[in-house]
């Protein structure tokens, strides 16, 4: 990062902030650049777009989670199903029933081995995911005991 990215993480949520056309976003007790190296002297916190940086922040975890539960579940998480492995176990059964009720009735589909591929995917995904859960979990208990 280099000094004026620096200096930016400072300005833009400074109530000394100004901006100019042609320089950017500058402080308005120099009119210039500044150019201070570790902290600002004159920092004076703008909570107002602090508290929004944080909101969008926390805006931006929310969406990111959702849409991983969403693939990690198919879509599935709409139901309720939170987890991967029961959403893969779901497709599977649902792939098993659509493909045996087709069979019953005189009727052959092809979607069935096609979801219950997918509900393999979904399982072993699930497995694979938990299992690093898991591990990590293990891991930052090994650090705790450490110290």
């Not at 009119?31 to 940086?53: G, L, T």
């Not at 805006?59 to 893969?88: M, P």
Request: glycine share 8%; charged share 20%.
């Amino acid at each position: 990062m280099n000094n004026r990215e620096y200096t930016l993480t400072f300005c833009t949520e400074c109530l000394n902030r100004k901006f100019d056309i042609n320089k950017g976003i500058i402080c308005s007790l120099i009119n210039n650049i500044p150019n201070f190296k570790k902290n600002c002297p004159d920092y004076r916190a703008d909570q107002e777009v602090i508290a929004r940086n944080i909101s969008a922040i926390d805006d931006l975890n929310g969406l990111n989670q959702r849409r991983n539960l969403e693939e990690e579940t198919w879509g599935l998480n709409k139901f309720g199903v939170k987890n991967g492995i029961a959403a893969g176990v779901i497709l599977i059964l649902g792939s098993l029933i659509w493909f045996f009720g087709g069979w019953y009735l005189g009727m052959i589909y092809f979607y069935p081995p096609i979801l219950f591929v997918i509900g393999l995917y979904i399982l072993f995904k699930g497995v694979k995911l938990k299992n690093q859960h898991r591990a990590s979990r293990r891991n930052s208990i090994d650090l705790i005991d450490q110290k």
